[in-house]
């Protein structure tokens, strides 16, 4: 078997920022598998489902338990071992940060969406991919059988430091729409059992798919970043086995909403990075979803001093070495999952 077939994840690492040749494989149940560029896989099988799956990892290159998952789902599907009821996606993001085994290679692929790409005079490989990705993800959707379907994105992420709520998803901003309760449910059964409600457009990749495509679209974390080899993969089960479940089932049964199952919280400040000075007033090794009152100074931003606004106002994401310009510190305040305005 071709390469590209036999390891797609080696094959994709090979071709780091992409590969302009296409490549085909049919499996014997008749679904096919298309190959758009290193790291792009289209599965469509004869008779799709009314689903269509955009699975991404690897926007950032050491978060390194996504790509396993997405790289033996994969195996799995072309092995004929996982079946594929409704067409899915599969991207990997950005396979010349994996060889790095960095976040990224030039700039923060993660904050180049929704034409962020294409802004100022400054370019690189990394807005080149964003961009490719955005037609992807485009004519992914745009090409569905006609008819009424429902549009999916999970963008699996790992954390960079510990976390007191281990797996969590941000709900990108929805403009005032309601949020889904059963999208809740398909989190609570990844083992995601809290959610951030951003309340403001971003630049990230599951934003741009919510807003271009009102999919059902979220950045998932499902752990802690760890070198390949080192992720403990039964924390990852519970996802994992979800996502197969999500490709092949014609329908996920949930149960009932149990809305004291759900920890959500609602973006409180975004503090972005604007002075070369910034710095965190907490250590490194404090966790997300460390709690701190009104007025204690989160950072400083060159002389500028951040506080907490709320008692009980949870770090998010902390990070003093972002570019200039960019999110050093989401802060959130939980909010009842009752007070939602849920469809
Ligand atoms: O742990 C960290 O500091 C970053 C983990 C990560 O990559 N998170 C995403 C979140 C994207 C979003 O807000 O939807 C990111 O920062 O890009
Ligand atoms: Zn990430």
Redesign the pocket.
Known sequence: MNKVFSDFLAWTREHEWGCDESYDLTLSNGTKLSVWDSGVLEVSPANPGHKDIVLSCA??GN?TAPIEICRDIINDIIDEKQTVTHRTLFLIANPASINKGE?FVEE?M??LFSGEHSKGSTQNKERERAAKIENYVERFYQSAPEGSRERFHY?L?????DSKREKFA?Y?FTHGAPYSRQQLQFLLACGVDTV?L?QAP?T?F??FSARQFNAHAF?V?LGK?RPFGENDRAKFAAAEATLRNLISQAEQDFGPFEPEQHFVFKEAQTINRTQPDFELNFADDVA?FTSFNKGEILAWDGDKACYAQHDGEHII???AKVALGH?AL?TVVRVPTESLDLV
């Open positions: 926007v950032h978060e976040r923060n993660n904050r963008d992420h790992t954390a960079i430091r941000v990108p951030l951003n971003t990230t599951s934003y950045t974390e970043v997300n994401f902390p990070n999110r989401l």
